[in-house]
C-alpha cells in the first residue's frame, strides 16, 4: 500500500476563495483524522469518521469549516471563504480497528495552506 | 487543561547522553499511549505504543506508563545526532477512540 496520500501538498490562495483539500486512507483502515498544525497550537484534531460516517467534530474551529467522506477510500476538507489564520499544515491520517489497543494512526505527507 | 501536555523545550542533550521526554494526560478514560517523531517539514512517524503500566523497551526506546499518576514518559539511550526532532505524545480512548497529541517537546542532540 502507498500510504496515506494527500493532496495537494502546498496550496496558496487569497484570502475568501474556497479551498479544497483531499485524503484518501489506507485501504482497509476504519478510521480517518483530520489534523492541523501550527506552532502555536501543535497538532489539533479537527474531526475523525469511523466506517465513514462523523463521530466527532468538535475540533473544527468554525462553520466555514467542513469534512466529508463519501466513501472508504476518500475523504476531504473544505474552507470556505478561507482567511489568512486558516495558514497551516493539514495533516490527515487513518487507521485500522484491531484490538482497539496499540492501535496507531499512519499519517499523510500533509497539505501545506497558505492564506495571502 | 489540555488533554494531553508536553513541554515544548528545546530540550538539549548531548551525543551518548539519556534523553528523557515526559507527557501528562487529563483523560482518565485514554487507554492507549503513543510516541511520535516529526523531523522539520515532515510528517509524524511511530515511534512506540504503550497501553499497561510499566516500561516498554525497543532497541534505544523505552517508554513507561504510569496510570495512577497520568504520566507517560520517553527514554532515549545513547542519544545520536539523528535523534533531533519534535517528539508528540497522544493518547488514545477506549470509548471514542478519539486521538489526541500534545504540543511536542523539541529534542536537540549536540556532538
Redesign the interface.
Known sequence: DAGVIQSPRHEVTEMGQEVTLRCKPISGHD?L?W?RQTMM???E?LI?F?NNVP??DSGMPEDRFSAKMPNASFSTLKIQPSEPRDSAVY?C?S?PLRD???????????TRLTVV | QKEVEQNSGPLSVPEGAIASLNCTYSDRVS??F?WYRQYSG?????IM???SNGDKEDGRFTAQLNKASQYVSLLIRDSQPSDSATY?CAS?S?N?????????TRLQVFP
Open positions: 478510521y483524522f489534523y497550537r501543535g497538532l484534531l475523525y469511523n463521530i466527532d495533516f491520517a487507521s482497539r489497543l496499540n492501535t496507531e494512526a499512519f499519517f499523510g505527507q500533509g | 487507554q492507549s503513543f515532515k510528517s509524524p512517524e511511530l505504543s504503550i497501553y508528540l488514545r477506549y471514542t477512540d478519539k486521538l489526541i497529541f500534545g504540543t511536542g
